[in-house]
């Protein structure tokens, strides 16, 4: 069990769901992070906690809504997906300004249909 | 535009030789590397890293090496060893904003050590 923990592992919606994804660290980082993975892309950025106050939103579709209640738990609320949103998403923690890299969750991967 | 390229999707070594991971970069405000090593159903796990002030970190069986002036690191593997077998990020480190540090993910490349 590594100190970010995402839940659920798996999880398939249809297009007019709403659904939540969960993720809590207990390291004591003040930084959190959703990524987006896909199949043989990058690894891509979505949204920037730091603080629980929202850095960075790299022009993600307004289906997808972070919260970040407190510096230990990050949710991202999906809504009205596509099926082109299928993927596995990531949460990562870290401490602000820190060089030496992020602790990875080990991802949800949804499946929109 | 990809900020930092893995160009081989995948990479298929023998047991016990070298294996030769490659990255490129474009930004010259990154100053310090990263590799990732990710199973599947698995997140990714930090690996090793080099600071832009280096040319050369080793640990063990892995040694990353940075070419500044080509904007080019190569993680190295020797020996390589069936459970290596995953797929490996590159990921490049800088400010972005104020006090933001970002890291920038490659594509990845799928090792495959054949025994």
């Known amino acids: 069990e590594t100190g970010v923990t995402q839940t659920p592992r798996h999880l398939v919606m249809g297009m007019t769901n709403k659904k939540s994804l969960k993720c809590e660290q207990h390291?004591?980082?003040?930084?959190m992070y959703w990524y987006k993975q896909s199949a043989k892309k990058p690894l891509e950025l979505m949204f920037v906690y730091n603080f629980k106050e929202q850095t960075e939103n790299n022009s993600v579709p307004s289906r997808f809504s972070p919260e970040c209640p407190n510096s230990s738990h990050l949710f991202l609320h999906l809504h009205t997906l596509q099926p082109e949103d299928s993927a596995l998403y990531l949460c990562?923690?870290?401490?602000?300004?820190?060089?030496?890299?992020?602790?990875f969750g080990s991802g949800t991967r949804l499946t929109v249909v | 535009d990809q900020q930092v390229k893995q160009n081989s999707p995948s990479l298929s070594v023998q047991e016990g030789r070298i294996s030769i991971l490659n990255c490129d970069y474009t930004?010259?405000?990154?100053?310090?590397f990263l590799w990732y090593k990710k199973y599947p159903a698995e997140g990714p796990t930090f690996l090793i890293s080099?600071?832009?002030?280096?040319d050369k970190n080793e640990d063990g069986r892995f040694t990353v090496f940075l070419n500044k002036s080509a904007k080019h690191l190569s993680l190295h593997i020797v020996p390589s060893q069936p459970g290596d077998s995953a797929v490996y990020f590159c990921?490049?480190?800088?400010?972005?904003?104020?006090?933001?540090?970002?890291?920038?993910f490659g594509s990845g490349t799928q090792l495959t050590v054949l025994p």
């Open positions: 930004n010259s405000m990154f100053d310090y």
């Open positions: 390291l004591g980082h003040n930084a």
């Open positions: 990921a490049a480190s800088g400010w972005v904003s104020g006090s933001a540090r970002q890291l920038t």
């Open positions: 990562a923690s870290s401490h602000v300004g820190d060089s030496d890299g992020y602790t």
């Open positions: 080099i600071s832009s002030i280096k």
